[in-house]
């Protein structure tokens, strides 16, 4: 790679891994930049999954405080998003990019309204007197496996989904739900990167790049986040996710 591609990489994944601490989608960015550079699709989303690993750990730890308590409620979600990530990082490898191409943009739209309403549900549901459980329930449990299948196998906007029903399923701030997505983001991510580098072709070049960029904008991500007021974090959430779902809707390639 010529200098000024390692530049653009490097610019690229600090802007996502800021995005990425604060909302998701970061690979929005990265991955179509790997392929401007003539990186082939699968090895281009492989390099971009692995490199992305290092700034979803950063930016995790930049939203620790909010972390406090939620440790049994993570363990248990983070099952599924494991095993999630597994079944999606496998369905990458083994089934073709159109399978996922027809179902990513509806989700990415429906995780976008979940967003929206999600306020207004749980007003409802306060009022209504109905305890929600501390870890979610099995409707959660199912959703998070759910995103992490989607995650494993392409990633961009799954920070998007996870807010989406994390913020309906739970009675927590939106900053606390953030930084359990974060959580949720790294385990999905870093489980289909193992995958990844023991049964796909990664560039380590662009990787390093990546990791690089993505750790230090992780770090930048969570003090920007920290600061956002709801409103305005739920408002960038949703225009992240929508145009992550009109790239994937008018530009699939």
């Known amino acids: 790679m010529s200098s ?135 409707l959660l449990l199912a959703g998070i496996f759910a995103a992490g299948i989607y995650g494993g196998y392409f990633g961009a906007a799954q920070g998007v989904m996870m807010i989406g029903l994390l913020g309906i399923a739970l009675t927590e701030s939106l900053q606390r739900v953030n930084a359990a997505k974060n959580v949720l983001v790294t385990i999905v991510n870093g489980t289909a990167a193992v995958v990844f580098i023991i049964f796909a072709h990664v560039a380590w070049l662009a990787v390093a790049l990546i990791a690089a960029g993505s750790t230090a904008g992780g770090l930048i991500g969570a003090r920007v986040g920290h600061r956002l007021p709801p409103v305005v974090l739920r408002t960038l959430i949703v225009v992240i996710g929508l145009i992550a779902a009109a790239k994937l809707i008018f530009f699939p390639g």
Do not use: D, M, W
Request: hydrophobic letters at 55%.
């Open 4 to 138: 000024a591609e390692i530049l653009a990489i490097l610019g690229a994944a600090i802007a996502a891994g800021a995005i990425n601490a604060v909302v998701g989608s970061g690979s929005l960015i990265t991955f179509p930049t790997l392929l401007a550079f003539g990186f082939p699709p699968v090895i281009a989303n492989v390099s971009n999954n692995v490199g992305l690993v290092p700034g979803n750990v950063s930016g995790a730890y930049g939203y620790r405080k909010e972390l406090s308590g939620q440790r049994g409620r993570l363990l248990r979600l983070g099952v599924a998003s494991c095993a999630g990530a597994l079944t999606g990082a496998i369905a990458l490898l083994a089934l073709p990019a159109s399978v996922f191409r027809l179902v990513v943009p509806a989700l990415i739209l429906i995780a976008c309204v979940l967003v929206v309403v999600q306020p207004l549900l749980s007003a409802r549901v306060a009022a209504r007197g109905k305890e929600r459980k501390p870890h979610g329930g099995p």
